[in-house]
């Protein structure tokens, strides 16, 4: 099977995750989209993030309805912080019989360079990239790369941080959230202080 990677730490999942995760399982050759929860990511505080499994919760929550979107908490068992590189040897080792993509927006693939072991990744793995509004920067160096593939999914401009800040003034934001995610962290008040 081949399984795209949405890296992130869904602080929380919302509408714009869900339209791009679902916009690769049915426009594109993967079969599945999993939604990887990571605890920290070596490039983010981790003062302003929900506990891990209460971010897994709403991710789990967010899915439900969608049999070809997944999550994993696999991160949660790797050394802190978390390295792509590491968790793709993690799970090629667990789920060998799978063929796994890494899905990222442009804007993460403008700073690729400066993941990890990178050339590895990019000499291992496919990226799909999905287009994000972009600050006019020159192009970056994998623009024309074999092993990327450019998806022409819609362009969502909701971020996480965005809707922790509105949540925090009072704002009314529920339709940038699943219905069931919005109730739960409106229920559990999280993101209010």
Same mark, same amino acid.
């Given at each position: 099977?081949?399984?795209?990677?949405?890296?992130?730490?869904? !602080?929380?999942?919302?509408?714009?995750?869900?339209?791009? $995760?679902?916009?690769?399982?049915?426009?594109?050759?993967? /079969?599945? +989209?999993?939604? +990887?929860? &990571? =605890? #920290?990511? =070596?490039?983010? #505080?981790?003062?302003?993030?929900? %506990?891990?499994?209460?971010?897994?919760?709403?991710? !789990?929550? $967010?899915? /439900?309805?969608?049999?070809?979107?997944?999550? &994993?908490?696999?991160?949660?068992?790797?050394? *802190?912080?978390?390295?792509?590189?590491? &968790?793709?040897?993690?799970?090629?080792?667990?789920?060998?019989?799978?063929?796994?993509?890494?899905?990222?927006? /442009?804007? !993460?693939?403008?700073?690729?360079?400066?993941?990890?072991? @990178?050339?590895?990744?990019?000499?291992? @793995?496919?990226?799909?990239?999905?287009?994000?509004?972009?600050?006019?920067?020159?192009?970056? #160096?994998?623009?024309?790369? *074999?092993?990327? *593939?450019? +998806?022409?999914? =819609?362009?969502? *401009?909701?971020?996480?941080?965005?809707?922790?800040?509105?949540?925090?003034?009072?704002?009314?934001?529920? &339709?940038?959230?699943?219905?069931?995610?919005?109730?739960?962290?409106? /229920?559990? %008040?999280? @993101?209010?202080?």
């Amino acid at each position: 099977m081949k399984v795209g990677l949405f890296f992130g730490t869904f !602080n929380p999942i919302h509408v714009g995750h869900l339209i791009i $995760a679902n916009y690769m399982v049915e426009f594109s050759d993967l /079969e599945e +989209v999993w939604f +990887v929860v &990571t =605890p #920290q990511s =070596p490039f983010k #505080q981790k003062a302003s993030m929900l %506990n891990n499994n209460h971010r897994l919760a709403i991710a !789990n929550i $967010a899915v /439900e309805n969608y049999p070809k979107l997944k999550t &994993t908490d696999i991160e949660f068992k790797l050394s *802190q912080p978390n390295f792509t590189i590491n &968790t793709l040897a993690y799970i090629e080792e667990k789920f060998s019989n799978n063929q796994f993509c890494l899905i990222m927006g /442009e804007d !993460n693939l403008k700073g690729f360079h400066k993941w990890k072991n @990178y050339e590895t990744i990019l000499r291992n @793995y496919e990226l799909y990239v999905y287009p994000r509004i972009s600050d006019g920067k020159k192009e970056h #160096q994998f623009s024309n790369h *074999q092993k990327i *593939q450019k +998806v022409n999914a =819609p362009i969502v *401009q909701i971020s996480s941080t965005f809707i922790r800040k509105a949540i925090q003034e009072k704002k009314d934001i529920s &339709t940038m959230l699943p219905a069931n995610v919005w109730k739960y962290i409106d /229920e559990m %008040n999280f @993101y209010k202080k």
